[in-house]
């Protein structure tokens, strides 16, 4: 099984726990709901790991079966296979969407309403970022440790989709200097 040191699946390896702590302080996260939330989130992974398992199969299969002379009835088989499969996920994973969403009080609730509401304006804040009508996270501000600032040209600052074309490869692209003013 896959897995890296202290990973489980690794000899004497135990799953390190997430740094869920702007998320605990941004609900009110009690240490019993974030371990109850970590608990129904390995369950989860635990009830998918067979259709995912299976999904992995069922790819291989498909891939013996291109062919010119493939027979049409038994690759369209396996893709119905492959779909119901991937359905189970998709139910799986509602089903302990909301098993974690009954961990939480009315008032979590309501504080996780505003957090998807900001989740939805990621892309529209990453494009302010480009376009530098917002300034983003400086290193240390940003949530789980230090956020380097990224340009191009002469010290623009690269958002999310930006630096994608040819014309932005690796090359182009540079560390800024901490402590260097936004233009």
Same mark, same amino acid.
């Given at each position: ?15 390190? !726990? ?29 009830? *998918?790991?067979?259709?995912? &398992? !299976?999904?992995?199969?069922? !790819? ?31 139910? *799986? ?18 504080? &996780? ?12 804040? #990453? !494009? ?18 230090? $956020?380097?600032? &990224?340009?191009?040209?002469?010290? =623009?600052?690269? #958002?999310? #989709? $930006?630096?994608?074309?040819? &014309?932005? =490869? ?14």
């Amino acid at each position: 099984m896959p897995g890296g040191p202290g990973m489980p699946g690794q000899p004497g390896g135990q799953a390190r !726990q997430p740094n869920l702590n702007d998320l605990k302080a941004a609900l009110g996260l009690s240490d019993q709901q974030v371990e109850g939330l970590i608990g129904l989130q390995r369950e989860r992974q635990q009830a *998918n790991r067979s259709a995912f &398992l !299976q999904i992995a199969e069922r !790819q291989n299969t498909l891939s013996q079966l291109l062919s010119p002379s493939a027979d049409p009835a038994a690759l369209g088989r396996v893709l119905i296979d492959m779909e119901n499969l991937k359905l189970q996920v998709r139910q *799986n994973d509602e089903r302990y969407e909301q098993l974690s969403r009954d961990v939480l009080t009315a008032d979590q609730k309501t504080k &996780l309403k505003t957090l998807e509401d900001a989740l939805k304006l990621q892309p529209a804040i #990453g !494009q302010a970022v480009a376009l530098q009508l917002i300034e983003p996270p400086r290193r240390g501000d940003a949530p789980g440790g230090p $956020m380097p600032r &990224l340009g191009f040209g002469i010290g =623009g600052v690269m #958002g999310p #989709g $930006m630096g994608t074309g040819p &014309l932005f =490869g690796p090359r182009f692209l540079h560390r800024i200097p901490e402590g260097t003013p936004a233009p």
